[in-house]
C-alpha cells in the first residue's frame, strides 16, 4: 500500500522496526523460559537481556549474502549480546520465531480495525435514528418498488457492521496462536514449557498441533473476515454511488469547500471515496484467495505460503482500516436530501401503491387473478402514457364496484407502508 494513505497505528504495526522487535522478544521470552529450566544460567540470561538488539541495515547486509531473514536477524543479535549468544535460539526453528510474530502483529492490526468499526457502527446507528421516518424510494432491480425509509437503511448497514465486529473478533482470536515446537512441531529439542511461557506472556494460545508452521487455515480466515467487511463498506459505497447520480440525487458524500471533481468540468461532483472503497474492496477479496491457497502445504510445510502473505496480510489490514475510516467520514458526513427523496417517491405516478391496490381488490372478494390484472392494466397506462395511479384507479369501473371512496383514500396514504417501522427498530435496539 501506499505509505501516504497509511494510517499512522496501522503503519507502526507493519514496519520493519516493530517487526524485528517482536522476533527479539519471542527470542528473549524463549530464553526466559529456558533459564527457568535450567538451560541457560542467570548470568547469562542477564547479559542476552541487558545487550539484546539489532540494526535493521545490519540485517540487510547480512540477508544479502545468506539469503535467509531469520538467519541475518539472529547474526545481528549475536553481535550485540556476544558470547551469551549461544544461547539464543535453543531447539527453535525460523518459524516458531516468524509464525508466533505473525500472530501478534495480526492481532494488534485487528484489534485497530475494530476500533475503527465500531466508530462506523456509533455513526450508522446515529443516521438511523435520525433518518427513521425519512421517506425515500425501495428499489429492486433498480425500479421503484415500495417506499422506505433511509434511517431503515442506515439501520440495515448498523446491523451487518456489528455482525462484522463478531466476525472479525473470531478470525482475531483463530489466528492469536502461537508456535514454538521446533523444526517439525514434534518438541524434540524444546520443553513444550518454552512454548506455553512465550504463548502467555504473548496473549497468544499455542498451536494444539503444529507442522513445521501454525496451520493456515486461520489465516484464511483472518483474510476472510477481512475481505467480508469489505464487501459491507462496498455495498454501504455502492448505494451512496447510486443515489449520487444526478438523476437521483438523493444523497452526497461529502464534497469539500475547495475540491475539484473534474479537469474539465467545473459542475462536477463526483463520488470518489466512495468509488475507492469499492476498487479496494476488490483487492481484499483477491487476497482471500491467496490466504485459501496458502492453506495446503508440501507436508509438514513448504515456504509457498510465506512471500504471498507477506504482501497479503499487511495490504489487506492497510486497505481494510483505511476504507473503514472513509467509511465513518462518508456517514459522518453524508449529505441526505430528503426533499428530493420524497419527489422520486412521487415522481413514478403512485405505481408504489400498486400492491396495496391489489391487496384492497382481493380484501374486497375479488380473485388473487384478476385484481392483478386490473391493477396491472392501470399501471401500465400510467408506466406508458403517465398521470396518476390513484386518478385511473378512481374512474375504473371494476376498481369502483370493490371499493368506496374511503377504502380508495386509505389504499394511497403513503403512512401505511411504515405502520410496522416501530417493530424492526425496537427489535435491533433503536
Not at 31 to 38: F, S
Not at 316 to 343: E, F, H, Q
Request: charged share 25%.
Amino acid at each position: 500500500m501506499i505509505d501516504r494513505y497509511t494510517r499512522p497505528a496501522m503503519r507502526a504495526i507493519w514496519s520493519e522496526q516493530h517487526k524485528f522487535e517482536t522476533w527479539l522478544r519471542i527470542e528473549l521470552l524463549a530464553c526466559e523460559a529456558q533459564a527457568k529450566l535450567g538451560n541457560i544460567p542467570a548470568r547469562d540470561l542477564k547479559e542476552i537481556r541487558d545487550r539484546a538488539g539489532f540494526d535493521i541495515g545490519r540485517i540487510d547486509a547480512i540477508e544479502a549474502e545468506v539469503q535467509h531473514d531469520v538467519i541475518a536477524f539472529l547474526t545481528s543479535v549475536s553481535e550485540h549480546v556476544g558470547p551469551a549468544s549461544r544461547y539464543i535460539h535453543l531447539g527453535m526453528t525460523s518459524s516458531d520465531v516468524l509464525d508466533t510474530a505473525w500472530a501478534v502483529l495480526m492481532r494488534e492490526a485487528g484489534l485497530i480495525i475494530m476500533e475503527g468499526l465500531s466508530e462506523l457502527s456509533l455513526a450508522l446507528k446515529a443516521r438511523a435514528k435520525e433518518h427513521k421516518h425519512t421517506l425515500m424510494m425501495g428499489r429492486s432491480h433498480g425500479i421503484h418498488a415500495e417506499p422506505t425509509t433511509f434511517g431503515l437503511k442506515c439501520a440495515m448497514w448498523w446491523q451487518e457492521n456489528e455482525r462484522n465486529i463478531v466476525r472479525l473478533q473470531r478470525a482475531v482470536d483463530a489466528v492469536s496462536c502461537g508456535k514454538v515446537s521446533g523444526a517439525v512441531g514434534t518438541f524434540a529439542h524444546i520443553d513444550p514449557r518454552v512454548e506455553e511461557h512465550v504463548c502467555r506472556k504473548l496473549g497468544l494460545k499455542p498451536e494444539p498441533v503444529a507442522t513445521q508452521v501454525v496451520q493456515r487455515d486461520r489465516h484464511a480466515e483472518y483474510l476472510s473476515a477481512i475481505a467480508i467487511i469489505g464487501a459491507s463498506l462496498e455495498k454501504i459505497a455502492l448505494e451512496v454511488r447510486h443515489l449520487q447520480r444526478t438523476e437521483v440525487r438523493e444523497a452526497e458524500e461529502p464534497f469539500a469547500e475547495k475540491q475539484k471533481g473534474s479537469s474539465a468540468m467545473p459542475h462536477k461532483k463526483n463520488p470518489v471515496v466512495c468509488e475507492r472503497i469499492c476498487g479496494l474492496a476488490r483487492l481484499l477479496r483477491a487476497n482471500a484467495l491467496v490466504g485459501f491457497e496458502n492453506v495446503a502445504l508440501w507436508h509438514e510445510r513448504d515456504i509457498s505460503h510465506s512471500s504471498a502473505e507477506r504482501v497479503a496480510i499487511p495490504d489487506s489490514t492497510i486497505a481494510l482500516d483505511y476504507m473503514v475510516a472513509k467509511a465513518v467520514w462518508l456517514v459522518r458526513g453524508l449529505k441526505v436530501n430528503p426533499r428530493r427523496m420524497l419527489a422520486n417517491v412521487e415522481s413514478s405516478g403512485g405505481l408504489v401503491f400498486s400492491q396495496k391496490l391489489l391487496l384492497a381488490l382481493t380484501g374486497a372478494g375479488k380473485t388473487r387473478e384478476d385484481a392483478y390484472r386490473i391493477v396491472q392494466a392501470l399501471a401500465m397506462r400510467v408506466w406508458e402514457h403517465g398521470g396518476q395511479l390513484r386518478d385511473l384507479a378512481a374512474k375504473d369501473p371494476a376498481v369502483l364496484a370493490a371499493l368506496k371512496p374511503a377504502q380508495l383514500d386509505a389504499v394511497f396514504d403513503p403512512g401505511g407502508f411504515l405502520g410496522n417501522l416501530g417493530h424492526i427498530f425496537k427489535r435491533v435496539g433503536l
